[in-house]
């Protein structure tokens, strides 16, 4: 069964600030990797859907990378605003249906 | 249009009412999705539609009874629950390319209190 970690649970970091987020799942056959935001008390924004033959995405001042053989993605988001201030779940896909999703990272960016 | 609308935004409701939530694509996609999502927890996938038949029932209890009445309607019929179903309930939608797994778009959800 496929398991995502999310690392770390919460982060906070001053405005314009450079950083990264982390996903790792145990199932290297997944058809894609995808992240999302979540708002507190609203539906999930996709922001960056990785297909498994690709390597990374990249929209704006974010940056979506996978590697599957380590079972890794990474979300890089560059100079941070506190507008970017949410909570973002990476999900496995598996499946043309199934997604896997980790528990999320918390991010505030203060200002 | 690249929305998925959803109704209510909040419901509240006794164990022995009958609702039902509403979501609504017209972004010509294929497959539509009900999840529940509890607080501070990921989204957990209850219900997937394929081309208006039921694909995926995540062994989900059947005082859910969910129903896609054409290609841009998906319904979720509520009776007789307990209070731990209360919970954010999202609907999706995705356009189901054939090869490879699409992007799911979300609706705002219904948050759903029961009494």
């Known amino acids: 069964k496929q398991e995502v970690t999310q690392i770390p649970a919460a982060l906070s970091v001053p405005e314009g600030e450079n950083l990264v987020l982390n996903c790792s799942f145990t199932?290297?056959?997944?058809?894609?990797l995808q992240w999302f935001r979540q708002d507190p008390g609203k539906g999930l924004t996709s922001l960056l859907l990785i297909q498994s033959s690709q390597r990374e995405q990249t929209s704006g001042r974010l940056n979506a990378s996978l590697d599957k053989s380590s079972g890794r993605s990474t979300l890089y988001i560059a100079a941070s605003q506190p507008g970017d201030s949410a909570t973002y779940l990476c999900?496995?896909?598996?499946?043309?249906?199934?997604?896997?999703f980790g528990k999320g990272t918390k991010l505030s960016v203060i200002p | 249009d690249t929305e998925v609308t959803q109704t209510p935004k909040h419901l509240v409701m006794g164990m022995t009412n009958k609702k039902s939530l509403k979501c609504e694509q017209h972004?010509?996609?294929?497959?539509m999705y009900w999840y529940k999502q509890k607080a501070k927890k990921p989204p957990e996938l209850m219900f997937v539609?394929?081309?208006?038949?039921?694909?995926i029932n995540e062994s989900v209890p059947s005082r859910f009874s969910p129903e896609c009445p054409n290609s841009s309607l998906l319904n979720l019929h509520l009776h007789a629950l307990q209070p731990e179903d209360s919970a954010l309930y999202l609907c999706?939608?995705?356009?189901?390319?054939?090869?490879?797994?699409?992007?799911?778009?979300f609706g705002p959800g219904t948050r759903l209190t029961v009494l």
């Open positions: 999900s496995a896909g598996a499946g043309s249906y199934q997604l896997t």
């Open positions: 972004m010509g996609h294929r497959a």
């Open positions: 999706a939608s995705s356009q189901l390319a054939t090869g490879s797994t699409d992007t799911q778009y």
């Open positions: 539609y394929s081309y208006e038949k039921l694909s």
């Open positions: 199932d290297s056959a997944i058809y894609n």
